[in-house]
């Protein structure tokens, strides 16, 4: 896979699971905050 | 502390040390001690990145911070992911494919020697005060729990590290890197598995408790210059802030210069990318867990142990009457909590939110107490209690089961000695590498520098420990150079930054430099109130925008792609 390519599906991971542990914190403070 | 808790401390010290010893027969040449020979797999290096970043600073002060503060601390981290990512395509394959042994190093064959001095001579001043200090946190706590001379509790932490790291080099300190994350994540999960199971409402009830106290809010959106944990703080200066930290300081890029390749250097900073976060919410969350148990156990007054017996003995008869009340607020305050749940239970929502409205006056009025026994405790002993470093260790010793104290503590060495090792470890390299042998002796062979690094790492390590035990009154002079270090922080990236631009010149990046460390400076006493997130971004910026602008008279300029290797140079 050329170096491009495989940055950008690296930076796709990275940025989903942060965008997942965002989300959760989220729901927490919205949740449970007034 | 019952006898199998130090049984557990003892084992987890003889097996990090044993292992230190074992690593020291595959380390005989210089590329060995400091490098690995760049052998390491990328997830040792990435556990170590991730060890060294979490001193014992960040488990004791950042549970302390949930438990009084709440969440939001997080948003410091926000940048995190970004910047390894950057680094991934910028800074790392040009570090990684240079060979140098020093960020610094890869200064020199861009720009000039005075650079490359200057930037190494920087993080050894900055670093070699700040290691004193990594020891001395943990270390005064120890001191105040178990009732400890300071020095032994710098010996404790100290020496143990300064023998497997002198001995094994990098080897010993990543691979014993990897077994202490594992020491502290086991940790953190039991301590939040046990905080779960014995609290006594519902979590669901707990949390909202939680939440009416402001400790679950998270996101601040407001854009301040002058407050460090908002969202914009944390995505922009954050991504600075790390990208100077990760990409700059060699106690983080000799992590990923030792591992075998790029794409496995790129991998080990990705670990903290996705990792980072997670880790720090949940270390969070203990504190905010801590905070719903004391709710239904009574806390102390003061959980710093030493400062609750010298205000004892100073003022007993007002000390007692605060108790006194401070002890009908939590009983009032621990109904009140009870008095939501039970409600919440009944699907009693207008019930719930009055009972929500008395339960935070009475948070309030316990807040209150609080403050003035902290007020009593500054005055008594003429100190800043500091009170919140010691919520994890009085819960820990105090109502933790047989055994988990001992798994604790052994975190707690864990995260200091991963930290101080690493800092050694990097201070020895830039010492022997950008000093000794660039300036001194060249022309030394590979045995007698092996030797010179191993004397350097036991000096700086004997440094750190004197300037952690004199912690307390070199105070302002650790401040002092703290703060010196923020000026030059974001600046050193700048140089980074420049080195990749075509056009930029050695007088441009030398002199960038000082203009961005001048700027940072006057911006620092000029207003103080900027948060110092914000001095990375400003010295950076100032540093590029100086040196283009100076390099535009100068002549042309030393490769950027990353040169073969050349042990003369080094």
């Known amino acids: ?34 | 502390m019952h006898w199998i808790n130090w049984v557990i401390v003892a084992v987890y010290l003889v097996v990090v040390v044993w292992d230190g010893l074992r690593r020291t027969r595959g380390t005989t040449n210089i590329e060995g001690y400091f490098l690995a020979n760049r052998s390491l797999p990328w997830w040792a290096v990435g556990l170590s990145v991730m060890a060294t970043q979490l001193s014992a600073v960040t488990l004791i002060g950042t549970t302390g911070q949930g438990a009084t503060d709440g969440l939001r601390f997080v948003q410091f981290y926000f940048g995190l992911p970004i910047a390894m990512v950057i680094l991934g395509v910028t800074l790392v394959p040009f570090l990684h494919g240079a060979k140098v042994y020093t960020a610094y190093e890869y200064l020199e064959r861009r720009f000039d020697p005075r650079t490359r001095s200057l930037t190494s001579f920087l993080f050894l001043l900055s670093r070699g005060m700040s290691c004193g200090t990594i020891i001395a946190a943990p270390a005064v706590v120890f001191s105040a729990i178990f009732g400890w001379d300071l020095t032994w509790s710098v010996a404790l932490i100290g020496i143990p590290t300064i023998i497997y790291t002198v001995l094994g080099g990098v080897q010993a300190v990543t691979w014993a890197d990897v077994k202490q994350m594992v020491v502290i994540v086991a940790a953190i999960v039991a301590i939040v598995v046990v905080l779960l199971l014995r609290m006594p409402v519902p979590l669901d009830d707990a949390l909202a408790i939680a939440g009416a106290t402001g400790r679950l809010r998270v996101f601040d959106f407001s854009f301040s210059l002058t407050d460090t944990y908002t969202f914009w703080s944390g995505i922009l200066g954050g991504t600075f802030l790390m990208l100077s930290y990760f990409g700059t300081d060699q106690s983080q890029v000799q992590r990923y210069l030792a591992a075998r390749s790029v794409d496995e250097a790129r991998s080990s900073l990705l670990m903290s990318a996705y990792w980072k976060i997670p880790l720090q919410a949940l270390i969070l969350l203990m504190g905010v867990l801590i905070f719903l148990f004391y709710l239904f156990q009574p806390p102390p007054l003061l959980y710093n142990p030493a400062h609750e017996r010298r205000v004892v003995a100073a003022e007993p008869a007002a000390y007692a009457a605060l108790q006194e009340r401070y002890a009908g607020s939590l009983a009032t305050r621990d109904r009140a909590a009870r008095e939501v749940a039970r409600l919440r239970g009944l699907d009693d929502a207008a019930g719930a939110a009055a009972a929500m409205g008395v339960f935070r006056e009475h948070e309030a009025a316990v807040g209150v107490i609080r403050t003035e026994a902290l007020s009593a405790a500054e005055r008594v002993t003429g100190q800043n209690s500091k009170d919140v470093n010691y919520i994890i260790p009085r819960f820990v010793l105090d109502h933790l089961p047989l055994g988990m104290a001992g798994l604790f503590l052994a975190a707690v060495l864990a995260a200091a000695m991963s930290s101080i090792a690493a800092e050694l470890n990097s201070l020895s390299t830039a010492t022997v590498i950008d000093f000794y042998k660039r300036w001194y002796r060249p022309e030394g062979s590979d045995a007698h520098y092996l030797k010179v690094s191993k004397v350097s790492t036991a000096l700086w390590g004997g440094f750190a420990c004197v300037v952690a035990t004199y912690a307390a009154t070199l105070g302002s002079l650790i401040e002092v150079v703290n703060r010196f270090g923020s000026f030059f922080y974001g600046s050193i990236l700048g140089v980074f930054l420049l080195a990749m631009i075509r056009r930029a010149r050695a007088g441009g990046a030398f002199f960038g430099l000082l203009a961005g460390m001048g700027t940072v400076a006057a911006v620092s006493f000029g207003l103080p109130e900027i948060s110092f997130l914000w001095h990375n971004v400003i010295g950076a910026v100032t540093v590029v925008a100086v040196g283009l602008m100076i390099s535009r008279g100068e002549g042309p300029g030393g490769p950027i792609e990353p040169a073969v290797h050349s042990r003369g140079q080094a």
Request: aromatic share 12%; charged share 15%; glycine share 0%.
């Open chain 1, 1 to 34: 896979m050329p170096p491009a390519s495989r940055f950008r599906q690296t930076l796709l991971r990275v940025l989903t699971i942060q965008a997942v542990a965002l989300a959760l914190l989220w729901w927490l403070q919205s949740r449970y905050t007034d």
